[in-house]
């Protein structure tokens, strides 16, 4: 019990959630968290999500209800009935599940959600990440606390193995529901939970394995620091794009290029996440070679001694809004606009349309997906570019944004 009251960490929410499937491991996450808060200031809810995939899931769910209630812990269900037999079901089912309990947590009141995940988990998480050749960020595995959408989301279990937990249901006289998919070796975690059993000769056993995440951890952590101390050194945030002193940035060790690469990509995009490494990799090569590319909608290129990573225009040009809207996720206008005026991007018509664009001294592919004001077709203003006097623009989560989001890389 103490192993799951450390991991909450010294502070405590007000209120915690608790995602109850009715398996092994989350019934025993209620139970532990019920028994080490008892004497806390804390309020419990259970959650459960009713994916439909199964005829006894419904039942289930009922049955975590009644264990939730005996326990004193109100509890939702929660359904989802959004599975169309296309795709990853497992990686829907996941999306689905957290957008579920993010949403419920909100109408809760909920600042903290409680999963259980284990050790286990953790190592076949490893597994399946080294098979995708992952590099420090991604061999980190789950980390103990984290942000998802504004709900803080704990991971108390992380340093219990399943066979601890069971052997903790026993010896409480609890029961559990099996879920049959956890034995199909269609998914790819079953595969690696069944060749980490095979390693245990080696030494190669879930906790070894959550080691080597901690350890890892610690060794993307100063990557990040190294690629934000580098970003304050050598990048400014010009037009809402990304310009890095080239000579600086050609001399950097690749990985940290590489972060800051990605960092820019991820911040200009908008798709709160990195890129994948190798596409990354594979462009930072080709701008070493004196190269270009493009990625996730941005374009990386090197002009006149800064290398820039800016907004594509092909990601942008159907792209608009009303004036008073919020342009790709990031830009405002501010000043008047003419009724029925809207925010799109420059283009390369809209241009050569700019005779002062020269005198913002940025390359004309970084000018072309910027924001423009338009209005039925015709050109009205594009302050980035100079022309127009009838307003500004703001740009939303600016460079703090891009260096912090290197530290969470």
């Given at each position: ?56 899931a419904a039942q289930e769910a009922e049955e975590a209800g009644r264990l939730s209630e005996t326990l004193g812990i109100p ?7 959004g599975w169309d037999g296309q795709g990853n079901l497992q990686d829907r089912a996941r999306q689905a599940r957290y957008g ?34 992952a590099g420090p960020a991604g061999l980190r595995g789950m980390a103990g606390q984290s942000l998802r959408d504004g709900l ?258």
């Open positions: 019990m103490s192993v799951v009251r450390s991991a909450l960490g010294p502070e405590l929410p007000e209120s915690l959630g608790i995602a109850l499937s009715g398996g092994g491991d989350s019934v025993a996450l209620l139970h532990l968290l019920q028994r080490c808060l008892a004497r806390a200031p804390v309020r419990l809810f259970a959650v459960t999500v009713d994916h439909g995939l199964r005829p006894e509890h939702d269900i929660l359904r989802w009935r579920l309990m993010t949403d419920w947590a909100r109408r809760r009141g909920v600042s903290a959600l409680a999963l259980g995940h284990t050790a286990d988990d953790q190592a076949e998480t490893l597994l399946m990440r080294l098979g995708r050749s803080l989301l704990l991971r108390p279990l992380l340093g219990l193995t399943r066979a601890d937990l069971r052997a903790y249901l026993r010896r409480q006289g609890l029961g559990w529901a099996e879920d049959p998919s956890n034995e199909d070796e269609h998914y790819t975690r079953v595969r690696a939970r069944a060749v980490l059993a095979e390693l245990a000769p080696l030494g190669i056993t879930a906790q070894s394995l959550g080691d080597v995440a901690d350890n890892m951890a610690r060794v993307d952590q100063a990557l990040g620091w190294a690629a934000f101390q580098a970003a304050g050194e050598l990048a400014q945030i010009r037009a809402g794009a990304v310009a890095f002193e080239a000579r600086g940035f050609i001399l950097l060790p690749e990985e940290i290029a590489r972060r800051l690469i990605a960092g820019a990509i991820g911040w200009i995009g908008g798709a709160g996440y990195p890129p994948r490494r190798a596409p990354v990799a594979q462009l930072l090569a080709d701008l070493r070679q004196g190269g270009a590319g493009a990625l996730c909608g941005c374009r990386v290129m090197i002009r006149r001694g800064t290398v820039w990573v800016c907004r594509e225009y092909n990601a942008v040009r159907d792209h608009r809004v009303p004036a008073t809207g919020l342009w790709d996720g990031r830009w405002h206008f501010l000043g008047r606009a003419p009724e029925g005026a809207e925010i799109a991007a420059l283009g390369p018509e809209g241009l050569a349309q700019c005779p002062d664009r020269r005198a913002s001294g940025l390359p004309g592919a970084v000018l072309e997906g910027t924001p423009a004001l338009w209005l039925r077709g015709r050109l009205i203003a594009a302050p980035l570019a100079g022309m127009g006097q009838s307003g500004t623009l703001r740009l939303e989560n600016g460079a703090a944004g891009f260096r912090a989001g290197l530290l969470s890389h």
